[in-house]
């Protein structure tokens, strides 16, 4: 089943040939993820397609300089938007309800489910695709870069273009260790243990960890890649941000 | 192009056959979906599978009585999950930082991706999907139901089963109206009408506007969909819940 072997081939790629993407490609990619649910049919989202040399070598050095960023033909930033159904709705004597954090968490999951369709659309034509953490972190800026008006709050990005590497498929977690039956099972230490063997055994990881002169995976994490300082900031910048777009008016609560 | 070709026919089924779906059938569905990107390769989410008549009888009740819920054979719930992650750290010295703001939006747009590539593999194999919005406004309730931990969220349900309805697919905003090239373009007053009139146009909302005896579609929205008094209300459930959860820990900011 085509579908099926798709989804499980998903490679995240990093490095890019500059051939460019065909409009004609670019537009099916993105219709496939129109059809994508979205809540009560609003489609509160929207995507900004960045193709331009000189804006992608910008969004570059935004992107904390992942290389990635302008070497790829095409970055696809997905936005929560509201701004477009409230425009709608005053026009139209209705007066919209939609700034507060409930309507910023309908509209990220809007333009989230239609990003992976665009993924899985993108990869289904032999593009390569790699999501940005760094749109989060970067809101602000993406939201000056991109001129986004109240109600938009840019939420992931994608890079899309072709493959100029073929990376091995990366390991997951067994099934057993993120699917609970009818009720939350937590975890006790055996189970953490044998759940992260597999990926605590790997080549990669002992690499890792003799380079980070570290004891652990975990303190990989913890110490360099997702500290607490830098989550604390982001998280900062991120609720500042939902303020500043307008989605946290509660005072009628 | 088979994979091209299910994401542009998707359709949201409301009716299901009460016929099973096959354990092998799930699990490679969950498989396929746990292949989606993840932040990190964290994987901070996990999946709960609601099988049980008695459970599902319980869980329609929680979303609103709607009634697929206890029709469909199978229930989904994704959770941005870091209790996992975190227990882990635990264990190897390593000190988690992920009580954050942040952390969760990461953690969600895991599980999102994953919910997403999931729908897309059920409908792969013939099968009928619904997510379900009450999710997030009864996160407090479904973190009783399945006994979440810190750190767990519920942020989103697939209905999944049989379909036992075959229903016309629904109307998209024409592409122009949500994609933008390289800058945000703002609307006009003509871009909105231009953008909404084929939604206005449709008999399905001439039929909505005439039973709910209001002046058009908007404030269908507004006044009796998705309200400003529910919208606030149920912003603060999950507000509430991302602190009871342990994700606004943000003093050492």
């Known amino acids: 089943m085509e579908t099926i072997k798709t989804l499980l081939e998903h490679k995240t790629i990093r490095k890019y040939k500059s051939d460019p993407v065909d ?7 993105l ?16 995507v900004i397609v960045s193709k331009e040399r000189d804006k992608r070598k910008e969004l570059c050095k935004i992107h904390f300089g992942q290389e990635m960023v302008e070497q ?9 938007d509201f701004n477009r159904f409230n425009k709608w709705c005053r026009q139209r004597d209705a007066d919209p309800g939609y700034d507060n954090f409930l309507s910023f968490f309908t509209a990220a999951i809007d333009a989230l489910l239609v990003a992976q369709n665009v993924a899985v659309a993108a990869e289904a034509h032999g593009l390569g695709i790699c999501y940005l953490g760094t749109t989060t972190y970067q809101a602000d800026k993406l939201i000056g870069f991109f001129d ?6 840019p939420v992931t990005t994608l890079v899309v273009g072709y493959p100029d590497e073929n990376p091995d498929q990366v390991d997951r977690l067994p ?4 699917v609970h039956h009818e009720t939350y099972k937590d975890y006790s230490p055996e189970d953490i ?3 992260y063997r597999e990926k605590e055994q790997l080549p990669l990881t002992a690499q890792l960890i003799d380079e980070n002169q570290l004891d652990n995976l975990a303190q990989i994490f913890t110490f360099k890649r997702y500290t607490k300082k830098d989550n604390l900031h982001f998280s900062r910048v991120l609720l500042d941000v939902l303020h500043d777009q307008g989605f946290m008016n509660h005072e009628g609560d």
């Open 193 to 195: 243990d044998r759940i």
């Open 23 to 29: 409009d004609k490609v670019l537009d099916e990619i």
């Open 31 to 46: 219709d496939a993820g129109f059809r994508a649910s979205t809540t009560g049919n609003m489609q509160v989202y929207s």
């Open 72 to 80: 790829a033909p095409v970055l696809l930033t997905f936005c929560a």
């Open 148 to 153: 986004l008006p109240s109600g938009v709050v």
């Open 175 to 178: 099934a057993e260790g993120v």
